[in-house]
């Protein structure tokens, strides 16, 4: 924006020259700006930046306490392991498995919510929302409940009833995933149905008006109307759902805390808590952060190109 | 004729389709109030059950809660304490970046904005091990100071004020400078007071946040007595079985409130998790 240089300027000079430094410095247009940034550009240096460079620097030591040694990729060639793939793929699983379900269902949900046909619309978004107001700690022990091994467990004793096996959910791999997107998606499937109904808002009537007028029927005003026109909202929804799904860590804690059987529940979150603070090698630890970082950044920028925003100035 | 029938089935299935996907969401939440009704011994034996067998149900699980001694209390203490400090503290510091990079142009605005939106896309969770190394270096393990220090300025609320911010009226600015105000003055008893529906949301946002934080403070706080209430939590729960009778009626007591308050303030709980990405 620009600074407005209206007439009031010369009045406020000369009152500046009789005040203070101190006041002078209060009342400057120059020096204000950066007062008010600076708790940021603090912490930005003090909790981000140095960090972030500490990371990059410490994967390449060994730390132990009261010394580090220079170990050049050693911590990079150790990601070698069986255990650090173990902990990539389910990671990698985990994320596409929840893209899967919380982008196209709460999408479709958005739709049918903001269409002439559904009544009770408030009540339905309220109910909706609700999941992730509990924190995942607290769903995740419901979800140890109805999951529970025993037969006489809610979700077994329901597969039983319909003729099928009872499992012992958290202790296989498929089974373990499957609990923990479940809890994920029970928890964000309404708060990105609310992502995607904000979008719709934005959407003209005229464009549906237009389309009526021609014919089109209710596919063609969606796949031609409202799908292109949600664009800049989905992408938004993929970007934070792509991070939140590489940063996965609680929905694993809370079934598993630090071990999991065959580590089904290993995420490379999970992967550097483990290895830096519970073993206190942190080294490695900083390594496959760095390795993490670099994939969230890939894996967005290529989301973000994919879907054109670099083009559209924000 | 036959098109209005269509539209009748199909609103009623749409309909009946919501009503069903409430039900499943709720269902969770249901489990958590059955469970917390039942002793906890049957719970470690035969799991939840939807068995409403009233001669085994009681209230004693939350009666046992109420009994002194048990942590609860303290960690429910110590989760109110750091929701209020640090949304308040969050809160004033995001505010005030925010607005200072709506309202002036200064140099090297623009690479500030950039890296709030740069700091949201990188994960916490990628550097924890040198920030808990630098909270032991600087002695704030095991405090709040440690939980929220790092954390003081949410990127998240410096965009969303920011974007208010952008919509504040600047013909006040010119006013209050001319009647003498400071630039700190007009931000804290002009502008501010202007900007009430964003605190709004954010506080909601930050409290929300702040009462269900989990990997950072699990990570900085060691002694019991200091614990929130998820990590509370994650400390009674064993691959083994757990304590669940303080875990479930805790749970229950820990998540009402929250929900009480969301039907209170659904539109400032709405705005403010769906703020980041879309026009504020």
Known sequence: MKVVHSNTQPVMLSEEKKRSWLSGLLYSRKVAPYVFVAPFIISFLVFF???????????????????????????????????????????????????????????????????????FKNIFKSALFIPVLTS??????????????????????????????????????????????????????????????????????????????????????????????????????????????????????????????????????????????????????????????????????????????????? | MNKKQNTAISKVSVNMLFILLCLVTLFPLFCLVLASLKPSTELLRFGLNMKLDVHVMSFKNYAYLFQGGSIYFEWFKNSLLLLVISTALTLFFSSMVGYGLAVYSFKGKNVLFLLVLFIMMVPLEIMMLPLFKMTVALKIVDSYTGVILPFIVAPVAVFFFRQYALGLPKALLES???????????????????????????????????????????????????????????????????????LISGAVLAVIPIIIIFLFFQKYFISGLTSGGIKG
Not at chain 1, 174 to 186: D, I, N, Q, R
Not at chain 1, 238 to 252: A, N, Q
Request: include cysteine.
């Open chain 1, 136 to 314: 995942t700690i607290i769903a995740g022990i419901v979800f140890r409940l109805i999951f529970g091994d025993m037969s006489s467990a809610f979700m077994n004793s329901f597969l039983i009833k319909l003729g099928l096996k009872p499992e012992l959910w958290l202790s296989s791999e498929g089974t373990g995933m499957f609990v923990m997107v479940l809890l994920a998606s029970w928890r964000w499937l309404g708060v990105n149905m609310l992502y995607f109904l904000a979008g719709l808002q934005n959407i003209s009537n005229d464009l549906y008006e237009a389309a009526d007028i021609d014919g089109a029927s209710t596919f063609q005003k969606f796949f031609h109307i409202t799908l292109p026109s949600l664009k800049p909202v989905t992408v938004y929804v993929l970007t934070i759902s792509i991070v939140g799904g590489f940063r996965m860590f609680e929905e694993s804690y809370v079934f598993w805390q630090n071990y999991s059987p065959g580590d089904i529940g290993l995420t490379l979150v999970g992967y550097i808590y483990q290895q830096g603070l519970a073993y206190n090698n942190m080294g490695l630890g900083a390594a496959i952060g760095i390795v993490l970082l670099m994939i969230i950044l890939i894996v967005s920028v290529i989301s973000l190109k994919l879907s054109g925003s670099f083009k559209e100035e924000h």
């Open chain 1, 49 to 119: 930046a140095y960090p972030l460079v500490q990371t990059f620097v410490m994967s390449f030591q060994e730390v132990l306490p009261g010394e580090t040694t220079f170990v050049g990729l050693e911590n990079y060639r150790k990601l070698n392991n069986q255990t650090f793939y173990t902990a990539l793929l389910n990671t990698v699983q985990y994320t596409f498995w929840t893209l899967v379900v919380l982008i196209p269902i709460p999408l479709v949900l958005a739709v049918l919510l903001n269409s002439r046909m559904t009544r």
């Open chain 2, 176 to 246: 209050a400078r001319v009647d003498g105000c400071t630039e700190f003055g007009i931000f804290l008893r002009i502008m501010m007071p202007l900007m009430k529906p964003a605190f709004g949301a954010m506080a909601i946002l930050q409290a929300m946040g702040s009462w269900n934080n989990f990997l950072w403070p699990l990570i900085v706080l060691r002694s019991k007595e200091m614990f929130t209430l998820p990590i509370g939590f994650a400390s009674l729960l064993s691959p083994y079985g757990n304590n669940y009778d303080l």
